[in-house]
C-alpha cells in the first residue's frame, strides 16, 4: 500500500520531465534529494524533511529545495535548427565534499552544476565595507579579524563544466561511471566517454552509424553504466537488443508465428537500467518488462505482461503515435520488485518473488495528501467489478513514462502528465 508523500506541479508535460534520486552512493546522507527536470530547461531540487516526532511511523515530506534555470533555449545558424532547452536526462555526482553536483543535459548541451549551501556571512573586513567596496586605505587605523554570522539559509547553484559539441544528434542519455571520474553520453548513433574536468574533448567508444545512411536500421535509445564495474556499461537499441561493452548480445529469438507489421516496432526497448546488486538487467518494451541474467544472453530469466489487454489495439495506436510512447522502469532498493507506467495516468508493480502485481494510478482527484492508493483492474470483456475501467475508457493522453524509486525505501517518484507525485509505502514494508 502506497501513499501519497508530496506532489508539484511542473511546466512541463511528462515525456519531458527526467528525475533522479540522490543514491547511497553519492553521499554522505543519501536518499534526501530527488532532481527533477523540464520542458522549460528548469531544475527543481526537492528535499526530505526530517521526520516527524508526533507520527514516527511516517516518512518526512519532500519540499522543494532549489530552482534553477539549468539550459536555454538556443540556435544552431549553421544548420539552421533550434535547441530546445528541455532537460533531457540528470545525473548526480558523487560527492566529493559538503557540496553536491549533478550533471544535466538537453539535446546538445551538457551542464556540471554544483549545489552549495550557505548559511554564515563573514564580517569586520579591513579592507571592504559593509556593501564589498574597497575603502581608502587612509581610513584604515586598525586591524580587525573578520568574524562569521549566522544568516538565513541560502542554496547556491553554479555551473563548473559545459561540454558542448559532443553529439551531432540529440542526447538520450548520460550516465556517470563508477570510477567517480568519468561519464557518458549518448545519442542515437554515437556513446562519448566525458572525463569530468575536461570539456573540449570526448572518446567515441560507440559508433553504429553507416557509410550510407540508407542502411540506417537501428538507433542507440538508451544507455548506462554498471554499478560497480566500471569497465562494463550496456545500451539498448530501437531493435529491442542490448549490448555490453564487450559486445555481446542480449536478445530474444521472436516466434515466427506471432510476427505481425508492428513486431519490430512493439519490441523496441525503451529504458534498461542494472539491478543494485549488478547481476541483472531490466528492460522495458511497448507491451513487457523483462529481467536479463548478465551470465545468460540467449533469453530473459523473467518475462511480465505490462498491458496485454493493448494487443488488438496495436493498429489505432500506431495511428495516434502512441505506439511510439518510451516508457521507463525501475527497481525498488532490493530488487524484489520492479515497476513501470502505463496509460491513464496507472503504473504497475510486479513482485518478483510472488508474481503478483498490482496496478494503481496517479491522480489529482483521487489522490488526497496521506490517501491509501486503491488497487485499479482494466477489463477487457465480461462481467466487470465496481470500480474496474474498461479498456475502451482509457485516456490514452494520461500516460506514465518516467518512474524513480528509492534506493533503499519503499518510497517512489511519479511524473503523471505536468505532475509530480511521490508517495511511500504505508506500513514501510514490501509489497504486499
Known amino acids: ?26 553521499s ?10 523540464d520542458k522549460g530547461g528548469r531544475v527543481v531540487i526537492f528535499q526530505r524533511e526530517p521526520e516527524s516526532k508526533n507520527e514516527p511511523y511516517n516518512q518526512g515530506e519532500y519540499n522543494v529545495y532549489s530552482t534553477f534555470q539549468s539550459h536555454e533555449p538556443e540556435f544552431d545558424y549553421l544548420k539552421s535548427l533550434e535547441i530546445e532547452e528541455k532537460i533531457k536526462k540528470i545525473q548526480w555526482l558523487p560527492q566529493q565534499n559538503a557540496a553536491h553536483s549533478l550533471l544535466s543535459t538537453n539535446d546538445k548541451t ?15 573586513y579591513n579592507l571592504k ?10 581610513t584604515v587605523t586598525s586591524l580587525q579579524v573578520p568574524v562569521l554570522k549566522p544568516m538565513d539559509l541560502m542554496v547556491e547553484v553554479t555551473p563548473r563544466r559545459i561540454s558542448a559539441n559532443g553529439h551531432t544528434y540529440h542526447v538520450n542519455s548520460i550516465s556517470v561511471n563508477s570510477d567517480c571520474e568519468t561519464y557518458m553520453s549518448a545519442d542515437d548513433l554515437r556513446i562519448n566517454l566525458w572525463h569530468l574536468a575536461i570539456t573540449d574533448r ?9 557509410a550510407n545512411m540508407e542502411d540506417l536500421t537501428e538507433v542507440i535509445t538508451a544507455s ?10 550496456v545500451y539498448n537499441s530501437s531493435k529491442g537488443s542490448l549490448r555490453l561493452c564487450d559486445m555481446r548480445l542480449y536478445e530474444e529469438p521472436e516466434d515466427p508465428s506471432n510476427r505481425s507489421f508492428f513486431s519490430e516496432i512493439i519490441s523496441s526497448v525503451s529504458d534498461v537500467k542494472f539491478s543494485h546488486s549488478g547481476r541483472y538487467m531490466l528492460t522495458r518494451d511497448y507491451l513487457t518488462v523483462k529481467v536479463w541474467d548478465l551470465n545468460m544472453e540467449t533469453k530473459p530469466v523473467e518475462t511480465y505482461q505490462v498491458h496485454d489487454y493493448l494487443r488488438n489495439k496495436l493498429c489505432s495506436l500506431y495511428e495516434n503515435d502512441c505506439i511510439f510512447d518510451k516508457f521507463e522502469c525501475a527497481w525498488n532498493g532490493s530488487d524484489s520488485v520492479i515497476m513501470t507506467g502505463v496509460y491513464n495516468n496507472f ?26 492508493l486503491k488497487p485499479r483492474r482494466v477489463c477487457v470483456g465480461g462481467k466487470r467489478r465496481k470500480d474496474d475501467i474498461s479498456v475502451d475508457s482509457l485516456d490514452f493522453t494520461k500516460k506514465i513514462l518516467h518512474t524513480a524509486w528509492h534506493p533503499t525505501e519503499n518510497i517512489i517518484a511519479i511524473a503523471a ?16
Open 28 to 37: 554522505t546522507e543519501p536518499h534526501k534529494l530527488l532532481a527533477t527536470g
Open 347 to 372: 503504473f504497475r508493480m510486479f513482485d518478483r518473488n510472488t508474481k503478483r502485481d498490482v496496478t494503481l494510478e496517479a491522480s489529482r482527484e483521487s489522490s488526497k495528501r496521506r490517501a491509501i
Open 224 to 233: 548506462e553504466f554498471h554499478p560497480h564495474h566500471c569497465n562494463l556499461f
Open 129 to 138: 565595507d559593509e556593501e564589498g567596496k574597497l575603502k581608502d586605505l587612509s
Open 110 to 124: 551538457i551542464k556540471l552544476w554544483k549545489i552549495t549551501e550557505r548559511d554564515k556571512r563573514p564580517e569586520g
Open 1 to 26: 500500500n502506497f501513499i501519497r508523500l508530496a506532489s508539484a506541479h511542473l511546466t512541463s508535460v511528462s515525456r519531458s520531465l527526467w528525475m533522479a534520486f540522490l543514491p547511497s552512493s553519492v
Open 417 to 432: 502528465t505536468n505532475n509530480l507525485y511521490i508517495f511511500q509505502d504505508k506500513v514501510n514494508s514490501e509489497m504486499h
Open 202 to 210: 570526448s572518446f567515441n567508444i560507440v559508433g553504429i552509424k553507416p
